[in-house]
């Protein structure tokens, strides 16, 4: 049993990339016993941070000092010597192998060359009844939600001894039920003894759990708060050193329908049905937004619309007309804009400069030539024009796209988009990834092309942004649509249980953890 570190320390922290000072003299450190917040926008150096106290980078200066003495990891496996434990936004697990399998993956066996499943799955059972957890150890990773993939995760890392615990964004693609009960066991995990980061970028969720709050902006510490009485307007600020603004979300008044899906079926890339018999319809001047936890067919249902995934059955009509079996060009011709939920992959090319990727698409329209040739002079003012009305902050029109902040890269598609005045809307994950300002700029640009009569389809798994944004609220789960509400008429708890397939009133789901357990 190891024994529980009482005390870290990360003092004058300084880490650089070429190019990059990530971290400038950060101080920051985390006692036994208490959830320790880390607020910052994308580039903050808060993973940065973290990452050099789990050892995946070095530091260039400052010093890591544990109980009173000094510390050098030079990678994970030395943190986890150390006690100190990492669980990713994106879970490190394999599908195709059961709890347990995974728990053991690369840890020494006690008989050696033979495996020793039993006693690692009775070492899972006893942490599952100390801290709640709810895993069964003979479970495929595979067949398990997104919530008992994070239990597994919190389990591996109690399994290897960890005392302190660093969690990115724990909450992203959690359902509201689900980060509650999580909550429960990282207060559990605190009142044993544990000492907790928590990286998120959901103010209400760092109040309500964390004893702590630090600010990084910048690479630099902006300073640390008690959660208890803390201002969320301050906590804003010190992240990105002004007041945001209010969203003016005004009346709903919808007009013709714009988009209507009728009986939709779709095949996703497993040549399972992600989609089944879908129904949908949105007006002018609404946001529909689709909530769902991922993985539910949100993602191949916005695929279909667009034209980059064939419809196996069902129709799509836009303005009354039947576009099923266009193609995404040709939607775009018609009226269809697109923010796609990989903005790198399918949004934009990489190598090429901001004004390229401005015309991805529009470089053949006519105001955009001269004859058969570019007009290159036109073609930089309408893209210096876009750039300057969405406040996209890039060195040059020249620049590579790829050296843009993810905020600035996602600025750039929506420009690109709503520069053609479409009559829909496709906004898959519009903020994924982005920062708290430029969060802010992108629902304040959706709400104003909202207003202009566009009819806008939202797909997000924040259930917040959805909730402040839509008109209605469509619930997806296994491909179909549980429910669609009037946003006045519902809350954020009811849509949390169609997200994972309840409907009020039925009973709860049984547990299978404690009969595997005894067994």
Known sequence: ???????????????????????????????????????????????????????????????????????????????????????????????????????????????????????????????????????????????????????????????????????????????????????????????????????????????????????????????????????????????VGRDLKTLQHRDYNPGPARLEVRGLHVTGDRGVESVRGIDLTVHSGEILGIAGVSGNGQLELAESLIGVRKVDSGSILLNGTDITNLKLNERIDQGVAIIPEERMLDGAINDFSVQENVFLHDHMEKSFRKGIFLDFKTMAAHARELVREFTVKTPTLDTPIKNLSGGNIQKLIMARELARKPSVLVAAQPTRGVDIGASEYIHQRLLMQRDSGTAILLSSEDLDELYELSDRIAVIYEGQIMGIFERKDTDIQTLGLLMAGIKPGDPPKPEKVIAACED
């Open 1 to 239: 049993m190891k024994v529980m570190i009482q005390h870290v320390e990360m003092k004058g922290i300084v880490k650089r990339f070429p190019g990059v000072l990530a971290c400038d003299k950060v101080d920051f450190d985390l006692k036994a016993g208490e959830v320790h917040a880390l607020l910052g926008e994308n580039g903050a150096g808060k993973s940065t941070l973290m990452k050099i106290l789990y050892g995946m980078y070095q530091i260039d200066d400052g010093s890591i000092v544990i109980d009173g003495t000094e510390r050098h990891f030079h990678s994970p496996a030395d943190a986890l010597d150390a006690g100190i434990g990492m669980i990713h936004q994106h879970f490190m697990l394999v599908p195709t192998m059961t709890v347990a399998q995974n728990v053991a993956l690369g840890q020494p066996s006690s008989r050696g060359f033979l495996l020793d499943l039993d006693v690692v799955s009775e070492r899972i059972c006893e942490l599952s009844a100390e801290y709640g957890l709810k895993v069964n150890p003979n479970d495929l990773v595979g067949h398990l939600s997104v919530g008992e993939q994070q239990r597994v995760e919190i389990i591996k890392a109690l399994y290897r001894g960890a005392s302190i615990i660093i969690l990115d964004e724990p909450t992203a693609v959690l359902t509201p039920q689900e980060v509650d009960d999580l909550f429960i066991i990282l207060k559990k995990m605190v009142k044993e003894g544990h000492g907790l980061v928590f990286i998120s970028h959901k103010l209400h969720e760092v109040t309500a759990l964390c004893n702590r709050i630090t600010v990084l902006r910048d690479g630099k510490m902006m300073g640390t708060r008690s959660a208890e009485g803390v201002e969320r307007h301050d906590l804003i600020k010190m992240m």
